[in-house]
C-alpha cells in the first residue's frame, strides 16, 4: 500500500526517497500496534517507495506480508478485513487513502467488504480492466478480482475495484458450459 508523502515529512531532492524517521504513523512502536490488528504470522514494514514503475512522486510503502497465500474466500475476508483496521488507522493519522498495486491485497479488501457473497469460492486472480498493468495505478483505473465457486461448477463472482481498495460493484459469473455432477450442460442463451 502506498501513501503520498505528507508534509513535514523530509525528501532527498537527488534521491527522491524520504526520511523515514519523519514518516507519520510508521515508528516503530506504531508498525507493533498495527502488526497486532493482523492474522498470525503476519508481518508489516515501511520503507520509502522512490519514483519509478509509473509513480509521479516518492511515497510511504507499507508492505504487509501474510505467511501462506491464501486462496480460499472466507480467509480472504479475514485478511482483508484486517487490512481495513491497518488502512483506517493509518488514515486517520495521514489523512489520505492509500493505492495498493498488489492483486491479492485488491482482492482481499474487495472480499472484506462484500463478505460472505466469497465464501465457498477460490480467488483466482486479479487483473486490470481499466488500468495498464505495471505502471503505476490511480483512482481513475477498475481492476476485476475473480473468484470460482468450490461447490457449484462454471459459476463464479468479479468483484470490481478500485486500487484505495473500494468496491465498486460485483458481476456473477457463469461459464457457458458445466458439469451438473452427472453430465456436461451448456447455458441456453438467453436462458430459456
Known amino acids: 500500500m502506498r501513501w503520498p508523502v505528507e508534509s513535514g515529512e523530509i525528501v532527498d531532492g537527488d534521491t527522491y526517497v524520504f526520511d523515514m524517521s519523519t514518516a507519520v504513523g510508521v515508528s516503530p512502536t506504531e508498525l507493533v500496534e498495527l502488526r497486532d490488528l493482523l492474522p498470525a504470522g503476519a508481518t508489516i514494514e ?3 517507495s522512490g519514483m519509478g514503475k509509473g509513480a509521479t512522486a516518492p511515497a510511504l510503502a507499507v508492505v504487509v506480508t501474510v505467511e501462506r497465500i491464501a486462496t480460499d ?3 480472504l475476508i479475514a485478511i482483508g478485513a484486517a487490512l481495513h483496521q491497518v488502512i483506517s488507522r493509518l488514515r486517520r493519522k495521514r489523512k489520505r487513502t492509500p493505492l495498493t498495486e498488489d492483486g491479492t491485497t485488491m482482492a482481499a479488501l474487495g472480499a472484506a467488504s462484500i463478505g460472505d457473497l466469497v465464501v465457498g469460492m477460490r480467488y483466482v486472480r486479479t487483473v486490470p480492466l481499466l488500468a495498464s ?9 477498475v481492476w476485476g478480482a475473480v473468484f470460482v465457486s468450490t461447490e457449484r461448477d462454471g459459476e463464479g463472482l468479479m468483484l470490481l475495484l478500485s486500487p484505495s481498495g473500494t468496491c465498486l460493484g460485483v458481476v456473477p459469473l457463469e461459464a457457458e458450459l458445466y458439469f451438473d455432477g452427472e453430465q456436461w450442460r451448456r447455458r441456453a442463451v438467453p436462458p430459456e
Open 133 to 141: 498493468p505495471g505502471v503505476g495505478t490511480d483512482e481513475r483505473d
Open 73 to 75: 474466500g472466507a480467509s
Open 46 to 48: 515501511a520503507r520509502s
